[in-house]
């Protein structure tokens, strides 16, 4: 008799957000966002942000932020990999002056404990602050911790709160499976990621999903020792022929180098990153030496404008007679022009200034205080200016200082991979000398090179079947698991596959099927079916059946996974790309079905002619859904802004859909 097995985790649900000193967002740089129930969706422009936003919030959550190609052979590897990837992310969206106080800080709760914890978004792997409490009782608080104590806190209190086996595989659910992003990688279609899903989310036992994941990597690494070792057999086959074959010619013979070849290979492997990323640091090194001689000259003019606008205060703005020229005319008596002299010349002078004309050309003179109040103001905005432009050309000057430090660093590991080529090539180069030179004088040590290579062939060859051999003996255990799974996903079938094509169907608008399948390497996958025919090729459907279909079944696993009391979050980035206008209304009712449930989801979407969004608030109506209008975070493009109209316009309509729309989302199955 079947027994119901299913895992149920306790997933976070974010509370809020805090970003802190994040220069992309201009406007708002240290904006805090609170996430109610149903769908937050972050409304913007192109190029605005929507996705960093999103990567943050998962940087937040997990340390890293997700890889893009989500290349995927184990939890672990993945984890390291992304680590890898989030360590440059934020150059470039943040300024060079922002980097130590640039943070994000997230509240989330995991059933009934709460999570408030700050990230600094240049350190990896520490946490800044971490507050954990339960039922109001404090169970963590980072204090007197250091910032990696409470990441090692933090991994494993969240790790046990949602009833995981390890921290990467959190990171596996939140970024393979809670987040359908720009990248948008896609589970039917990844037979890796759909098998270690697959462990996770029906296996029963999160242990059985980390030792299918450690088996897996395992029986990986002994095919690739097994293929190494029949390559180095196959290379010592062609040595032994060459060497048979040149017995009449000792110059052509050669020595066994197999191990030092490939020795030699990874050092000039070594080389080349080393250079090609000393080239990288040194092409941003010479745009921020373009970006500092840029905002020196700046400063040079608004400072040049300055000192002029200030001489020219200075040197008679008060009143006419305070001119030089006219306060030595007056005080002299003498004209300057004609020669003339008298008291007559300074009565004139000043009957003219008197009577507020000029007493050179007999314009109408500005009142004093007019003119000392707008050269000020001109003054006080020249000020401005310039410590704006010292501004840019600090943050210029820390950039090149930070890229040119780095770029000694990376010429200096050039210099030591190229000495250590040449280090390998001096030793090589000799060994071969005493070898031919032997092999010039002597017969026998031919022979016995020739045995050399057919013993070392022959034990690379035993070699290579041990390797196979413990690939099939964990091939074997994984099969045991495998089998476990299989049932375990029967039992579940009957709940999990009409979760999903209930889901599918709101988009479709047809049935589909999903199967569990069976293929070498990876062992069980997902595979759907439409209309009695399998698709396992992507091309075998339109994007955007393939996208949505994808973010359905992700919609269905979230609810099969999640504890009643703590469900899942879906994370989605711009979904209405791929959509035709067909298909626009059937994807907003599938999202409303799913936050009708009671799952969060946070999403972002471009303000166009899609009517994703309109659909989507006509079904949730303002108790299910906020939008966060991001054109308010950051400056627009000119572009843009002539056509604020436009967003304006549309944010108004999907505005009035959530004020109207129904206030009772679809319930499940109609």
């Not at 095919?223 to 000792?250: F, M, P």
């Not at 080529?421 to 010039?440: H, M, P, T, V, W």
Request: aromatic content about 8%.
């Amino acid at each position: 008799m079947l027994t119901n097995t299913n895992p149920k985790f306790s997933l976070p649900r974010v509370k809020r957000v805090q970003l802190h000193a994040f220069s992309l967002y201009s406007l708002e740089p240290n904006i805090g966002l609170p996430l109610s129930n149903g769908v937050t969706c972050l409304a913007g422009a192109n190029g605005i942000g929507k996705s960093t936003f999103l990567s943050t919030i998962n940087f937040a959550l997990t340390g890293v932020v997700p890889e893009p190609t989500r290349e995927f052979k184990s939890a672990s590897a993945y984890l390291q990999k992304a680590r890898e990837y989030t360590s440059t992310f934020f150059d470039g969206r943040i300024n060079e002056l922002d980097r130590d106080a640039a943070a994000i800080s997230i509240e989330f709760t995991i059933k009934d404990r709460h999570y408030a914890l700050k990230r600094s978004l240049f350190e990896i792997d520490t946490i800044a602050s971490l507050r954990i409490t339960q039922a109001e009782v404090v169970i963590f608080e980072s204090t007197d911790s250091t910032t990696g104590h409470n990441d090692e806190r933090y991994r494993q209190d969240v790790s046990e709160a949602i009833g995981l086996n390890s921290f990467e595989q959190f990171v596996l659910l939140q970024h393979f499976l809670f987040t359908f992003d720009e990248s948008r990688h896609l589970i039917f279609w990844d037979q890796q990621v759909s098998s270690a899903l697959l462990y996770i989310c029906f296996g029963g036992d999160p242990q059985d999903a980390a030792k299918a994941d450690h088996l897996n990597r395992e029986m990986e690494k002994a095919g690739s020792r097994g293929r190494n070792l029949q390559y180095q057999a196959s290379t010592l086959d062609k040595r032994i022929t060459q060497l048979e074959s040149s017995v009449e010619t000792d110059d052509e013979a050669t020595a066994d180098v197999e191990t030092a070849t490939e020795h030699y290979r990874s050092l000039n492997e070594a080389l080349t990153n080393n250079i090609e990323a000393a080239e990288r640091v040194e092409a941003d090194a010479s745009d921020a030496e373009l970006k500092v001689m840029e905002a020196s000259s700046a400063v040079v003019s608004v400072r040049g404008a300055y000192t002029r606008a200030f001489d020219e205060f200075m040197s008679g703005a008060t009143s006419a007679d305070k001119h030089p020229f006219i306060a030595s005319t007056i005080s002299e008596c003498k004209c300057p022009i004609c020669a003339a002299e008298g008291p007559s010349i300074a009565q004139a002078i000043r009957s003219k200034i008197n009577a507020d004309v000029c007493p050179l050309c007999t314009s109408a003179l500005q009142p004093p205080a007019s003119m000392n109040s707008e050269r000020t103001q001109a003054l006080a905005e020249l000020d401005r200016s310039l410590a704006e432009r010292k501004r840019v050309l600090d943050a210029a000057v820390a950039t090149k200082a930070r890229l040119n430090a780095e770029l000694a660093i990376r010429r200096d590991q050039v210099r030591a991979a190229q000495e250590a080529i040449n280090s390998f090539e001096s030793q090589n180069r000799d060994a071969l000398a005493r070898i031919r030179g032997k092999l010039a004088l002597l017969e026998g040590p031919l022979a016995a090179t020739l045995n050399a290579l057919k013993t070392a062939r022959n034990e690379q060859l035993t070699q290579r079947q041990e390797a196979y051999a413990e690939r099939d003996r964990h091939r074997d255990d994984l099969k045991v698991l495998q089998r476990s799974l299989e049932r375990k996903y029967l039992e579940a079938e009957s709940t999990f596959v009409p979760m999903f094509k209930r889901l599918a169907k709101r988009f479709l608008g047809i049935d589909l099927d999903i199967t569990l399948a069976s293929s070498a390497p990876t062992g069980l996958h997902l595979e759907i079916e439409l209309r009695g025919s399998s698709r396992r090729m992507q091309t075998q459907l339109s994007e955007s059946q393939r996208f949505f279909i994808d973010i359905a079944l992700r919609m269905a696993l979230a609810q099969y996974v999640s504890d009643p009391g703590s469900l899942a979050t879906l994370f989605i980035d711009t979904p209405e790309g791929s959509l035709d206008i067909a298909y626009e209304d059937r994807a907003g009712q599938m999202f409303a079905e799913f936050v009708s449930s009671g799952h969060p989801m946070i999403m972002t979407a471009n303000i166009n002619s899609s009517k994703l969004l309109t659909s989507l608030a006509q079904a949730c109506g303002g108790e299910l859904m906020q939008i966060v209008q991001m054109t308010n975070w950051t400056e627009l493009s000119d572009v843009q802004r002539g056509a604020e109209g436009l967003f304006r316009t549309a944010f108004d309509e999907i505005g009035q859909a959530l004020l109207f729309g129904r206030a009772d989302p679809p319930a499940a199955g109609v």
